[in-house]
């Protein structure tokens, strides 16, 4: 077959690459196809004009029935032949042609003869052929045959009658089903690759029994299979079987690991790398697990073959996710790969290092990182950034080196998605670690200096508007915001502008100062940036005395609109200009699509400019705008905290259902997110039926069903419960959604008039002591627990029972409590038998939590804790003790 990309000659200074394939046309190809009708075939015409004729179809182009019809036939005719390349070109155009039922006759008994053929290729091809073009009807003629291509001896033929079988069981699993002894026969083959199609058969035929699949595992995990093509997939199917097992042997080993960590001293690379990969990607992996296959990984790293090497680091990347402390080791070799010639080798290095790293090893690899970025695309420097930011989280005291890092490749060249993530990052981290505000500030100012991007600049002014206000020393950044208003365009000056009154609004000194500036704005020639200097001029009072901005001001420059856009904009769409002007109260307030994580898959949390403030005192969550919009709940006050959503429904299912913990101090409200997944019903009068009979101190106070759930578009309905206010109080729910059903017309999309009521069981829910409590971090943990004092200390210790290490103790207290670790205290260093973990938190009312946790394990593996805990209020301090004490 020619190469689609040639060079024309040896001429060097003339060498021009050119395709064989270059002005190919359909008439033109059909044309040529004439020749095979010649009584003297030419073998190597003919391949050539088959050649340009699949070329042609796999380019996309359409040949018409009766095209395709002569080309069909005349193809037949080259079974004369007996041209070894030619017939291989026939077999694979009567494939790519797929006749019809009735034209398939024409050839099903040359395709039978080939395959009973002495020549091994022809039976090979063949069978491939009439298993691509046959129905049921053939297939039932030829499965004689077929089961004996399966146990040939010669493997080529085997092998295509395995991988027909794989097609086969698509459209035709009964006929098979049938062939399972010739199947579990050629999995005993000595051939490689015929036993690898052969374990990919046998395990699609039996999938569907979960006692069948675990036999088949069991059997050849005892040492049968040679290919190790097929030890990677039987490695793959043992990992389903263990992960669908579930359960450990009676002496607390997994079942199958020991195969498992067997095959990490195979011969043969791909199968070391499939167990080690196997045993990383397990449930609940243990330290103890994870070591063999981390030191196989670890002697991959320094192996001279690149795809070895980014194979084992990419692994390590992921584990260094979940357990980075098991990678540590790996560092030393890590630290080599970042002059890798790979830049994905190194990228992948580097990330893995910033997640492994201790605190001290923080500037030594800032340095390596600072000569690696120049050399890397914008994708790869992306998942640097954002390892960084996970890293300053992580060891906040270090926020100073990794800002500075962050703010120098800000002034680098990149594009877009990579400005934008280094930006992003550096909110956040002026988000989380308070200490970092006013440099991280200083850094997003300079940027916007010579920013080319509208987006970023317009964003950081908004969040410069929101945080500038509130440093020690908010002067400092009005130079930089109106040097926007000078030099930038309309729609950066009209955000310039916007920021100034917010500093007006916050700051009484600058008031002076910001009104001559927004005067200046007056004479601008975008109407925009006029409007909205006349705008703040006038709410501001600058025409008048400088007095303290009133609260209504503040809440319209600083507040978010109580309507959702989406309603907006379909209202303004909507409203015809008339005498009478148009009324933002006339929008619906109800949200019809799901506001942030209410998806049925939950997305990633956002994150940067375009995530929501995440401190308690925000006011500005959109759930708090959706509730209050409710007039059933609109009396309960400020809403304290959101959970993430819960799933009642398992995938796949009928129904999609999740729900969405609201805590008030004296009520608790359940969002239930449904999505109807049926495409033939409506449903309608959505209702969850709530029963708090386990749930003693909760009482439902009020509901708000859904009116109608279309297929496809997800709604909400919601149950709202009293509870002692300021207590918190726990329970579990059982919930039962009730609908009427009508079935929906697929053609005119109608739904009928009459419905049936139903009713589906969801999972129960449960309230615990965790969702009362914010996650929120302190950045410098000593000082915040000594500078809240020892007045409402609380110190107890505690016996955890048998566990299967510390970390999973830890894990455990964290969860049940709630709260933000801290210092990254969360991870456990492995074969620790002694640990220290820092928690904070603010508890329902606003009262700030601080909690030092101290494990230790014995020989025995009992881990005994002590607890001690602060916070602002005596009452809180026994609660905790109390949670801890009955969890």
């Known amino acids: 077959m020619a190469q689609p990309l040639m060079k024309k000659d040896d001429d060097r200074d003339d060498e021009v690459d050119y395709s064989p394939f270059m002005g190919i046309e359909k008439g033109a190809v059909l044309q040529e196809a004439r020749v095979f009708h010649d009584p003297q075939l030419d073998p190597r015409r003919c391949s050539q004009v088959i050649t340009r004729l699949l070329y042609l179809l796999n380019q996309g182009e359409t040949f018409t029935k009766i095209e395709a019809t002569e ?36 050839v099903t008994s040359s395709l039978m003869k080939d395959m009973n053929s002495k020549t091994d290729m022809y039976r090979a091809n063949a069978i491939r052929v009439l298993c691509r073009i046959t129905d049921g009807t053939l297939l039932t003629q030829i499965e004689r045959y077929l089961k004996q291509a399966i146990v040939d001896k010669n493997p080529v033929v085997s092998s295509a009658a395995l ?40 395990h699609q035929i039996r999938q569907n029994d979960r006692l069948a699949v675990s036999k088949l595992v069991t059997s050849l995990t005892r040492g049968t299979v040679r290919s190790p093509l097929a030890q990677c997939l039987l490695i793959r199917y043992t990992s389903q079987v263990i992960r669908e097992s579930g359960t450990n042997t009676p002496t607390g080993d997994r079942p199958f690991y020991d195969y498992l960590e067997g095959c990490l001293r195979h011969k043969a690379e791909m199968v070391i790398f499939e167990a080690a990969r196997a045993i990383t990607e397990l449930n609940g992996v243990t330290s103890r697990e994870l070591t063999p296959a981390i030191t196989v990984l670890q002697l991959f790293l320094s192996s001279s073959k690149p795809v070895l090497r980014f194979a084992a680091v990419r692994t390590l990347n992921k584990v260094a996710m979940t357990h980075p402390m098991a990678v540590t080791n790996c560092n030393i070799d890590m630290e080599s790969l970042i002059s890798d010639q790979n830049r994905s080798i190194a990228t992948l290095a580097i990330t893995t290092l910033l997640k492994t790293g201790n605190e001290s090893s923080v500037d030594r ?66 988000r989380d670690i308070p200490d970092a505000k006013e440099s991280g500030l200083l850094h997003l100012c300079e940027f916007i200096e010579d920013c080319e991007f509208t987006y970023l600049s317009t964003q950081i002014l908004h969040f410069l508007g929101n945080e500038g206000p509130k440093t020690t020393d908010p002067s400092k950044y009005i130079r930089y915001i109106y040097n926007r208003v000078i030099l930038e365009n309309a729609t950066v000056r009209a955000a310039a502008v916007s920021t100034l009154a917010k500093f007006g609004a916050m700051v009484d000194l600058l008031k002076p100062r910001i009104f001559v500036l927004l005067r200046r704005c007056l004479f601008d020639s975008d109407d925009e940036v006029r409007d909205r200097a006349t705008l703040y001029l006038d709410i501001l009072g600058g025409d008048g005395d400088v007095v303290e901005t009133d609260k209504d001001v503040k809440e319209f420059l600083f507040g978010t609109l109580d309507v959702p856009l989406a309603n907006l904009e379909t209202s303004l769409k909507n409203y015809e200009p008339s005498e009478e002007p148009f009324d933002i109260n006339s929008v619906p307030k109800e949200v019809k699509s799901q506001p942030l994580a209410e998806k049925k898959a939950p997305g990633k949390k956002p994150t940067g400019l375009g995530a929501p403030p995440t401190a308690p005192a925000s006011g500005v969550d959109a759930y708090e705008k959706l509730l209050s919009s409710i007039p059933e709940f609109s009396s309960f006050g400020k809403l304290f905290k959101s959970s993430a959503p819960v799933e ?111 009713e589906y069981h969801l999972e129960d829910l449960e309230v615990v002591a965790a969702d009362y409590m914010l996650k929120v971090a302190v950045s410098n943990f000593r000082n915040a627990w000594e500078s809240m004092g020892s007045d409402f200390e609380r110190v107890d210790e505690y016996g955890l029972g048998p566990r299967e290490s510390l970390a999973e103790a830890v894990n455990a207290v964290i969860s049940l409590l709630g709260m933000q670790p801290c210092e990254g205290t969360e991870v456990v260093p492995s074969n620790s038998r002694s640990h220290t973990c820092l928690l904070s938190g603010v508890f329902i009312g606003n009262v700030k939590v601080l909690v030092r946790l101290q494990f230790g394990l014995d020989t025995s593996r009992e881990v005994a804790m002590k607890l001690a805990v602060r916070s602002e209020d005596e009452a809180v301090s026994d609660t905790i003790q109390e949670i801890v004490a009955s969890g």
């Open 365 to 430: 690899l800032m340095k390596q990182i600072t000569n690696f970025m120049s050399d890397i695309a914008d994708e790869f420097k992306i998942v640097v950034v954002e390892a960084i930011r996970s890293l300053c989280l992580k060891f906040p005291l270090k926020y100073r080196s990794l800002m500075n890092f962050l703010s120098n490749i800000l002034k680098e060249e990149g594009g877009f998605e990579y400005k934008k993530a280094i930006v992003d990052s550096i909110v956040i981290l002026i």
């Open 648 to 758: 009642l429904t398992e995938a796949e299912t009928e129904y999609a259902v999740n729900v969405i913990k609201h805590i008030f101090d004296g009520h608790v409200v359940f969002q239930y997110n449904c999505t109807n997944t049926i495409p033939e019903q409506l449903l309608e009068n959505v209702t969850v039926i709530v029963d708090a009979s386990e749930a003693e101190e909760f009482a439902e106070a009020a509901s708000k069903p859904l009116k109608s759930l279309p297929y496809d578009v997800p709604g909400q309905t919601f149950v709202a419960f009293q509870k002692p206010e300021g207590l918190p109080a726990v329970g579990k729910f059982s919930n039962i959604l009730r609908f009427i059903v009508k079935e929906v017309d697929p053609s005119s999309g109608e739904a009928e008039e009459d419905g049936l009521e139903d």
């Open 163 to 202: 991988v027909s079988g794989i097609h086969l069981l698509q459209t035709n699993p009964e006929v098979v089903k049938r062939w399972s002894n010739e199947v579990q026969e050629a999995v005993q083959s000595r051939a490689a690759l015929v036993q690898f199609h052969a374990l990919a058969l046998l």
């Open 71 to 106: 080309v069909f036939f005349a193809v037949t005719k080259l079974f004369q032949s007996r041209d070894t390349g030619l017939r291989r070109m026939v077999y694979l155009i009567i494939k790519e042609l797929s006749p019809s039922s009735d034209e398939v006759i024409i």
